[in-house]
Every structure is written in C-alpha cells, then in structure tokens.
C-alpha cells in the first residue's frame, strides 16, 4: 500500500493509484472476514457491524474493475468487454442496495453471480490483451489466476468437495496475498517501460536534431 502510494506520489500514474485503494478495499474485506473489522474499526457502531462487511465486499469488486479498466486499457483494446464491466459495476451498486434492504440472501446469490462474471472478464480480457502485445497484462493474469483458483477452492471446501483444513480455510487470503504481490510486481515493471519510452524519444529527438543540423549544413 505505501510503496504504491509513494511510486503515485513520484510519477504521478492513476494506475498506482487505483492499485493503493484497490488494496486498502481488499485488505478491509479480508479483515472483515476474519472479524478484525468488527474488533478493531467498527467498535460499538451496530449498523456497521451489520452492514460494513457487505459493502465493502461489493467495493472490492467495483474497484478491481476500475484498476482492471486504467492498467489494461479495455476500453482501448475491447470495447464490448469494457461496456460489459459497465453492467457489472450496476450490479455492484444493485448488490448494495438489496444488502442495506436486509434481503442478505439475495444480496449474496447477486454479489456471488456477479464477482464470477467480472472474475472470468477480467482473466479473459488479461490474456486477449497480452496476445495483442500488451506484456504487462501477463503479470495482471496471472495474478487474478490466483486470487480466482483462491475462491474456487474455497468454494469446493464449503460443497464438501474437498476437506476442511487451515489451507483451504485460508486460501481467499493466501490468493490475494499472491494477487496483491504480482500486481505490484506488474506495476513496478512500468517503471522500466516508462524508462525504455523516454530513452527511445530522448533517441528520436536526438536523430531529429541531427537531422535538422545536416539539413542546415
């Protein structure tokens, strides 16, 4: 969180910081799964106690949408995709609605079909857009592989499928802690792209003055 917050800071890039509250969200919905939340930031406030956890889980999946949307550039690269994360961010706010309506079973089967689409989107538009000859969407890929192959495990173990163990109780969070590392890795390799872009125009400018110079001689 702090070392994306200082790199936004430095080079003033949206993408890092999308990413800071991208994981300020993530983190906030893991500990209210856990029920640090409760313990340690809602304190005696019952309506959060009863209705953080909700909104912040549909917040997490509303901003890794929109970190998806500024670090792969869909609307650039898919635009029928991009019209579809629309969709889904509505489903997100509908999702808040029925949670603050008390309808909690609804409210789950909604958020639990739409964080399916948006997880599938978001691996689909990572793979298309890295065959297009985006490399850093390779990183943004493989990082939601993991966090996605996290909730199907964790899935399995609630369907009986597979057993109750620390690993399978806990693999949400050993998922987005994996997720949350290689898309930092993904951002820090920016740096370099942004690197090797302004040496090929300081390059281009140089060649250019030469240019003009012969072309005065």
């Known amino acids: 969180f702090f070392y994306n917050l200082f790199l936004y800071l430095t080079v003033k890039d949206n993408q890092y910081l999308y990413y800071v509250a991208y994981i300020l969200v993530v983190g906030l919905t893991q500990t209210s799964l856990k029920g640090y939340s409760t313990k340690f930031l809602w304190g005696e406030s019952a309506w959060l106690v009863e209705n953080a956890p909700h909104i912040i889980t549909a917040g997490s999946g509303v901003f890794s949408i929109l970190f998806a949307f500024n670090f792969l550039h869909i609307k650039r690269y898919i635009r029928v995709v991009y019209h579809l994360f629309l969709f889904t961010l509505i489903v997100y706010g509908v999702v808040i609605l029925v949670y603050l309506a008390k309808s909690y079973i609804l409210g789950q089967v909604l958020l639990q079909l739409n964080t399916t689409v948006v997880s599938l989107l978001i691996l689909f538009s990572g793979l298309f857009i890295y065959i297009k000859g985006y490399k850093p969407a390779l990183f943004f890929y493989i990082a939601w592989s993991f966090f996605l192959g996290g909730v199907i495990i964790y899935i399995l173990k609630d369907a009986g499928i597979l057993p109750y163990n620390d690993f399978t109780s806990n693999v949400i ?45």
């Open 173 to 217: 969070l050993i998922g987005s802690a994996l997720e949350a590392t290689l898309l930092s890795f993904a951002l820090a390799d920016k740096i370099n792209i942004y690197k090797k872009e302004k040496e090929e125009s300081q390059a281009q400018a140089l060649l250019m003055l030469k240019e003009n110079e012969n072309l005065i001689r």
